[in-house]
Antibody, heavy 118, light 107 residues
């Protein structure tokens, strides 16, 4: 079964850091581009970051540029998001998503909740 | 950045109705558009990619059309399990951007 499972979310104070992980299974992870997408409580979807299959090309939303770092370990079928200098506006559910045909995000994890609060 | 605008923001419809949702891009995106369905507490589910290609396993009552700046998602005969929020996504150029969503509610 093709699956993505996120972990690493939790409660953190403003200014703090968290590292999210996404474990992939059921497909050849190293062949796929990957993304992070978040959703604030009661709000819509916001794309956060992209990484190419090799990790050589990376893009970020302006809202996280300079604070978040995406990476991957193809040997361990894993995707990561290092989040630093967190603010209350970063609160939400973070999903990892596989990029497929037509650049569509075709497989999503169930998400991990990040709460930034004092 | 490319802005994606969905309309209406919500629609009330009955089982069996034909429903059409619209997504407009602030500039041309060719057919680099996808449609998603999201139910409460769940991850989004891909329905349509490249504007009109139905993802395998998605019911054929869902269809997509359009190119350039104007796109539609049509549900030909609304079923009880289709009540959800629908989002469009442009994947032509970074940053990828989503529409704000259209909520399909029970009339």
């Amino acid at each position: 079964e093709v699956q993505l499972v996120e972990s690493g979310g939790g409660l953190v104070q403003p200014g703090g850091s968290l590292r999210l992980s996404c474990a992939a299974s059921g497909f050849t992870f190293r062949s796929y581009e990957m993304n992070w997408v978040r959703q604030a409580p009661g709000k819509g979807l916001e794309w956060v970051s992209y990484i190419s299959s090799s990790g050589g090309s990376i893009n970020y939303a302006d809202s996280v540029k300079g604070r978040f770092t995406v990476s991957r370990d193809n040997a361990k079928n894993s995707l990561f998001l290092q989040m630093d200098s967190l603010g209350v506006e970063d609160t939400g559910v973070y999903h990892c998503a596989r990029q497929g045909l037509g650049n569509a995000l075709d497989i999503w994890g169930q998400g991990t909740m990040v709460t930034v609060s004092s | 950045d490319i802005q994606m605008t969905q309309s209406p923001s919500s629609v009330s419809a009955s089982v069996g109705d034909r429903v059409t949702l619209t997504c407009r891009a602030s500039e041309g995106i060719s057919n680099w558009l996808a449609w998603y369905q999201q139910k409460p507490g769940k991850a989004p589910k891909l329905l349509i990619y490249t504007a009109s290609s139905l993802k395998s396993g998605v019911p054929s009552r869902f269809s997509g059309s359009g190119s350039g700046t104007d796109f539609t998602l049509t549900i030909s005969s609304l079923q009880p399990e289709d009540f959800a929020i629908y989002y469009c996504l442009q994947a032509k150029s970074f940053p990828w951007t989503f529409g704000q969503g259209t909520k399909v509610e029970i009339k």
